[in-house]
Nanobody, 124 residues
């Protein structure tokens, strides 16, 4: 069992930065790939990016590539999402999720555990 708690969301202006954190409890965190997803009002939850169990492989959605950076610290059971050059279209609730596997998958059905989400709002 893994429990996830996101933090770091907020209201920012276009061009600003935010760093989201996802703190995990549970012994198997370090064995699992972690993903970040987001859901805007009226839209499907979409894959933002993910990091493999040891941080060796990191993938990003095209919409955030070059602006967002995912990292993890297994000693602290925490995964991070650094978001730079934020745009109004990045406004969404952001979720972290723990995969059933060690390698990153974009399919949300591969993720067993989800956080409660944190709101990110980017004003123009």
């Amino acid at each position: 069992q893994v429990q996830l708690v996101e933090s770091g969301g907020g209201l920012v202006q276009a061009g600003d930065s935010l760093r989201l954190s996802c703190a995990a409890s549970g012994r198997t965190f370090s064995n699992r790939a972690m993903g970040w997803f987001r859901q805007a009002p009226g839209k499907e939850r979409e894959f933002v990016g993910g990091i493999s169990w040891n941080g060796g492989n990191i993938y990003y959605a095209n919409s955030v590539k070059g602006r967002f950076t995912i990292s993890r610290d297994n000693a602290k059971n925490t995964v991070y999402l650094q978001m730079n050059s934020l745009k109004p279209e990045d406004t969404a609730v952001y979720y972290c999720a723990a995969s059933r596997r060690g390698l990153v998958q974009a399919d949300r059905d591969e993720y067993l555990y989800w956080g409660q989400g944190t709101q990110v709002t980017v004003s123009s």
